[in-house]
């Protein structure tokens, strides 16, 4: 008789219980959540079997799951689960904990796992740009200058050619280059389960991305699939228009970014295009990125009101939750305070509040491979795995 040998990982069951999965041994298999679960198809249904590898400390099954990545985190699961054994929180802690070791390097992913972590990450930025705001304050003269005919401009500390471009490019594009390491080693572990059928990998996976994106990102229509889903007697509070909110306010933030970038750098070279900072607030580009920031503190405001109000008894907020609320709720109030402050001619304040907006987005970016942002591009590429899997 074939012998079947399991080598349970009690360090990883360990580590899912102290991630936020601290209910999971009360699950005693009864599928309920895999049938409440409005995503999860019916010929791989999710997540009982998550919860019995987690019990069961079955770390390679889980790391190797393409559906932990499917799921929307909408609780629909844990709050029908007769046990209290909280699957939806099992199912983020899972994410949590692979993600913290899926890139280098993985003391960064150590550091973003706990809030004890947390002085360090902002010390790292906050020493950067304290460093170059004394060397340029020493080169134009003071700390806190004003332009020969008295307004606050920014650049005159944080210099664009030479600080805050170059800067924010090495990091953008190093947290790119981090996360597309990640989607590749995520993909190597991936293992088709249930009985998916390779039919949709004669489709280019371009094509199935574009049906992602149109999806979760465009129309996150996911997102109201799981508020349609099972009565569970729950109120809900427009998780979908506040994500939709935070999503279009980037787009418009870094469309926005992009305009100006190109305006001061073509205009080098191509006078006719070049675009002055600070823009007059009537500028249209100025308007757009105004719009961007009141959008995008709406859906933070949706967002945190509606995590507060969860029902607690069956859904924790994991520190990464509130991480990433916290660190673009900070972004957007530095970034309007800053403008606020320069346009009331508060100079002290206004060059305080700016240098803390920049150690803001630059922590935003370069921790985006451990962040819940990062679980974003990590669910993206799952769902085109699935679909080039043959699962619609
Ligand atoms: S998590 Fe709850 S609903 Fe799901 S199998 Fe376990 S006991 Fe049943
Ligand atoms: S949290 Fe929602 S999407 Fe995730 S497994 Fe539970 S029911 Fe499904």
Known sequence: MAQCVIKPDLEFVRE?????GDSLKKCYQCATCSVACPLAPANAPYPRKEMVWASWGLKDKLMGDADLWLCHNCGNCSDLCPRGAKPADMMSAARNVIYRDLVEPKSIGTLMSKPSGLPVLFAIPALLWLVIWAIRASIVGAWFPRTFDGRIVFGQIFYGDYTIDPIFMLTFFGALFIIGRGVVKLWGMFKPEGTLTVIGQ???????????LWDEVITHKKFSDCEEGPNTGKTHYNRQFGHLLLVY???ILAFVTAIVAGGHWIGKIWPVVSIETPMPLTFPVKLLANLGALM????????????????????????????????????ALTGVLSQCFRLADCVVPAFMVYYLHLVFVWMLFAYLPWTKLGHFVYRTAALVYVRMYGRG
């Open 249 to 251: 306010s980037f787009c």
């Open 296 to 331: 995008l503190l709406a859906g933070l405001a949706i967002l945190t009101v509606r995590r507060w109000l969860q029902n607690n008894k069956n859904h924790g907020s994991s520190w990464h939750d509130w991480y990433l609320l916290g660190i673009i709720w900070a972004v």
């Open 16 to 20: 899912l219980q102290e991630s936020g």
């Open 202 to 212: 004669k489709r280019c996976w371009l094509l199935h991305l574009w049906d992602v």
